[in-house]
């Protein structure tokens, strides 16, 4: 056959009747072509538009794949309007607003098409076309790779989408074809997209692969069912669900996903089966709004590979997970907001680094017969109107067995804790919740700890081997008659002898500025032990004029000794007037420290309290130190904790929170540090009279923190600003540090210093006093270094410090 001819088979009803016939063009061969009949093209290139009316048979040289060339300058290369069949054929088209192959009616065949083109769309079917299309590879890096439109259907086995530069797949406007062992890849959109009310996929052994956008996209209530498809390597999310959208996914497997690996809003449902779901970026399934719902089954989610849950269901959406695997994640399952539910049946939550359960702003979750192992908290129900049913549930070797704080009220039943590192059961902060017949066994810490002022009820509860106690409870609980503002304890036993409340305070205190770890971290230690046989008499309180006496002897900070002294001066006034039966003006006690470090604001804030203390103020004044690592936790919930546990320490005293900018930074995102602010500000409300708290740090970095947490500016009377130290008073520290330890400044050092802290730089690395006393200390070294070379030392040589033991300059 010659090149550029197209051979004809004419076969009619009788053999006799069939011929063959050569013709120039493929445009004349088809207006020759019968029904039945079959063209053999020649390789060649064909710059015509084909248009395939008949049932005929369009097809390239046998053993020359690739060797006929379709492709016309514009317009659409080759349309199908019957139930024809095309093969071994290489379609290129270039009109950006055409298809290369349309299919617009019957039921035609097509295989072994390579489609390379830069059109609308390598492969378009409209109306009530049913093609089946086999083997086929689309490259269409301007468009869509296959389009199914206007209700037509068919069925695409074993085709490849090599490029698009929209979706791989778009099915729309009622359309519903079938798509077996296909694979997309490489696409600028979603690599399947099905939209529009009565638009449905079926996928079956298909993978979706390095798309730019969503592997899978259902909207505009369309359908999908995908069976044994695979998804990975998106840039967006895996699956994403929007507007009345319905999705089944059986046996298939979503996984290195950046994004969240299904993602579903608007009243869409996803049924999930034996399906997997792994390394994902945020989160493995995000479900939002109300009547949005995923029921999945006997499914595996693993692997995260980012900070964020691994199930996250907010805004009234629901979630079922029933035999399913969530494992290798940083927090399992949080719900939020009113109207959102999860519910999780006989399955299992293992290595969690956070929290496995986590319920928040009035939502509701159920567990039943699920198995918690390895988190940091099982499950904590955070706020009030959030709660729900833990039923016949275990949780191991987890830090907190179950967390319940401000208000929320869940109902925990015939579950057991075992081997927790802090407390079984903890609630605080005015938390509630019924605890019936759960046991605790093992616990590094408490088996139940119930703060003050939280209203839980514990009946037919067991503890054993629990190393802090079985049960610790606040001030004012009852057992079972009702009174009291703690829990209600019912049946309850344990290993030990009885129900533990707080033992009595020892005859003195010992505190440590330090901070103790506390529930979080095993007992808290002392720096000195009183025997319980010796009554020890306590310091006497010094008096305000002594303590003041003090502050006027630390070097410089003069307008700090103003500020302190005229809130000395309203409290006593406000003291001396009551006694007389006066009204006295209310003075709120806590305070703002600003400046840079080594300014002395530690040695103020202890002072301080030692005043409020000999002025009746405070019961104590000593003072407790805290930065964002004693109050923030690792996980979800030990916040809290660590902050209501710091503010206890201090009360009757000073709460410093060192670098309380830290708690607030900048780009927060996630970040606890809002718990921690949250939780102070409430208990300074609740307390206002036991502790004072003085939050410290740097001063433009102070006034950004008051502006974002104006709840927190507003319980603070004034702010106290420590000004850097002049070279004069730094100078004056260096003096009392050498008077102190026996040194003098020769003749000469004291101008020596007084040009070398002039010259100091003062950037972020300058420490004011620290930085006077530093230097003191290196004199010392250069002076020893010096004086141990002589034979023999006199006390000039011994005591007096020299210009040339000065340090370098920076």
């Not at 010992?510 to 010796?534: D, N, Y």
Request: charged share 25%; with cysteine; proline share 4%.
């Amino acid at each position: 056959m010659a090149q550029g001819t197209v051979q004809v088979t004419h076969t009619g009803t009788s053999r006799w009747r069939r011929r063959t016939g050569e013709y120039a063009s493929l445009t004349a061969a088809l207006e020759a072509a019968a029904d039945g009949d079959v063209l053999t093209v020649a390789p060649g290139t064909y710059r015509e538009n084909l248009v395939l009316h008949r049932a005929v048979t369009l097809r390239g040289p046998e053993g020359s794949v690739g060797s006929v060339r379709i492709a016309p300058v514009d317009g659409v290369p080759l349309t199908v309007r019957a139930s024809a069949v095309v093969q071994d054929l290489h379609v290129e088209g270039q009109d950006s607003a055409a298809p290369a192959v349309l299919i617009e009616d019957g039921a035609p065949e097509l295989a072994d098409l390579r489609i390379v083109t830069r059109s609308a769309a390598g492969i378009e079917v409209r109306g009530a076309a049913r093609p089946s299309v086999r083997r086929c590879t689309v490259d269409n890096p301007a468009g869509v790779g296959i389009a199914v439109l206007e209700g037509a259907g068919g069925v695409f086995e074993e085709c490849e989408i090599v490029s698009a530069g929209q979706s791989g797949v778009a099915v729309r406007d009622g359309a519903h074809p079938r798509l077996e062992r296909c694979r997309i890849h490489h696409t600028s959109g979603a690599g399947l997209s099905v939209t529009g009310e009565g638009s449905g996929l079926e996928g079956v052994g298909c993978e979706v692969y390095e798309i730019k956008g969503s592997g899978i996209q259902v909207t505009a209530r369309a359908s999908a069912h995908l069976t044994d498809c695979t998804v990975h390597r998106t840039s967006s999310d895996g699956v994403t669900l929007d507007t009345d959208a319905v999705l089944t996914l059986a046996d298939c497997d979503i996984h290195d996903i950046p994004e969240n690996a299904v993602d579903l809003r608007s009243r869409s449902v996803l049924t999930l089966t034996r399906s997997t779901v792994r390394r994902f970026g945020r989160n493995g399934l995000s479900v939002w709004d109300p009547g949005t719902r995923v029921d999945a089954n006997q499914c595996e989610i693993h692997d995260s590979t980012g900070d964020y849950p691994a199930v996250w269901v907010s805004d009234g959406a629901t979630v079922i997970l029933d035999s399913c695997r969530v494992h290798d994640v940083p927090d399992a399952i949080f719900v939020l907001d009113r109207g959102s539910r999860a519910d999780v049946v006989d399955s299992d939550l293992t290595q969690v680094r956070n929290t496995a359960v986590s319920v928040s702003d009035g939502a509701t979750a159920q567990l039943d017969d699920c198995r918690i192992r390895e988190a940091s908290t099982g499950a904590w129900f955070r706020d009030h109107g959030s709660g729900g049913t833990l039923n016949n549930c275990t949780i191991d070797a987890a830090q907190t067995g179950v967390i319940v704080t401000k208000g929320a009220d869940p109902t925990i039943e015939r579950c057991t804790v075992t081997s927790p590192a802090e407390a079984g059961f903890y609630v605080s902060a005015e938390g509630r919740g019924t605890f019936h017949s759960c046991r605790v066994t093992g616990s590094d810490g408490y088996g139940f700890h119930v703060m003050d002022g939280c209203r839980t009820t514990l009946t037919r509860c067991r503890t054993e081997r629990c190393a802090r106690g079985g049960y610790e409870f606040a001030e004012g609980g009852s057992h079972g008659d009702g009174q009291g503002t703690g829990p209600v304890v019912e049946g309850c036993t344990s290993d030990e002898s009885g129900l533990r409340t707080p033992p009595p305070p020892p005859p003195t205190v010992v505190t440590a500025t330090e901070t103790a770890p506390g529930l979080l971290g095993g007992v808290p230690t002392q720096r000195a032990v009183v025997p319980t046989a010796v009554e020890v008499p306590t310091e006497p309180v010094r008096t305000s004029g002594a303590v003041l006496g003090e502050l006027d002897a630390l070097v410089g900070l003069d307008s700090v000794k103003r500020e302190v002294r005229a809130l000395t001066d309203m409290i006593e006034v406000g003291r001396r007037r009551l006694e007389a039966g006066l009204k006295a003006a209310s003075v709120r006690r806590h305070l703002v420290f600003t400046g840079s470090p080594g300014t002395g604001k530690t040695t103020v804030a202890r002072l301080y309290g030692e005043i409020l203390a000999s002025l009746g103020v405070l019961e104590r004044g000593h003072l407790v130190e805290v930065s964002r690592v004693d109050l923030v936790g690792e996980h979800i919930g030990s916040t809290a904790i660590r902050t209501q546990e710091a503010f206890d320490r201090a009360r009757g005293g000073v709460l410093f929170v060192d670098e309380a900018y830290a708690l607030s930074p900048e780009d927060s995102g996630r970040d606890f540090g809002r718990e921690a602010i949250d939780t102070l500000v409430k208990l300074m409300e609740d307390h206002r009279d036991a502790v004072v708290v003085i939050v410290a740090g740097y001063t433009r970095e102070m006034e950004r923190f008051l502006t974002v947490n104006p709840g927190v500016a507003s319980r603070f009377s004034r702010t106290i600003t420590f000004s850097d130290y002049e070279p004069g008073e730094l100078l004056r520290i260096v003096d009392q540090q050498a008077e102190e330890h026996e040194y003098s400044l020769a003749e000469g050092t004291g101008d020596a210093l007084l040009k070398y802290f002039t010259e100091l730089p003062k950037g972020p690395a300058f420490g004011n006093g620290r930085t006077a006393r530093q230097t003191f200390e290196s004199m010392v070294e250069r002076h020893a270094g010096r004086v141990a070379q002589l034979a023999e030392a006199s006390t000039d040589d011994l005591t007096l410090l020299y210009p040339e033991d000065l340090p370098e300059l920076p």
